[in-house]
């Protein structure tokens, strides 16, 4: 599985990015998926993801603002950010967990810069 994100930037406090993810390989081996972000010297989190029953869960700091989506007929994942704020400063990764052996797939990252 091979993914590739974009959409990245830099924006304002107050301003709005999507980004996307681009899912190709064996996707019909992928059971879940989702965002997360990484600052210096902190560990990745899970911002926003799908279960496997389809329903979504995203970390209480973007609840509100941010909207986890797919198209699966592009095999694409999304993340709608609104009212973005300093602190989600970040590289954001997609994320795509393999069914049969739970192995997490990663994309190269984007950079999401909001200045104040």
């Known amino acids: 599985v091979q993914l590739l994100e974009s959409g990245g930037g830099l924006v304002q406090a107050g301003g709005s990015l999507r980004l996307s993810c681009v899912a190709s390989g064996r996707i019909s081996s992928i059971k879940n998926m989702g965002w997360y972000r990484q600052t210096p010297g902190k560990q990745r989190e899970l911002v926003a993801g799908f279960a496997t029953d389809g329903s979504t869960n995203y970390v209480d700091s973007v609840k509100g603002r941010f909207t986890i989506s797919r198209d699966g007929a592009k095999n694409t994942l999304y993340l709608e950010m609104n009212n973005l704020k300093p602190e989600d400063t970040a590289i954001y990764y997609c994320?795509?967990?393999?069914?049969?052996?739970?192995?997490?797939?990663w994309g190269q990252g984007t950079q999401v810069t909001v200045s104040s």
């Open positions: 994320n795509a967990v393999d069914m049969f052996s739970d192995y997490n797939y």
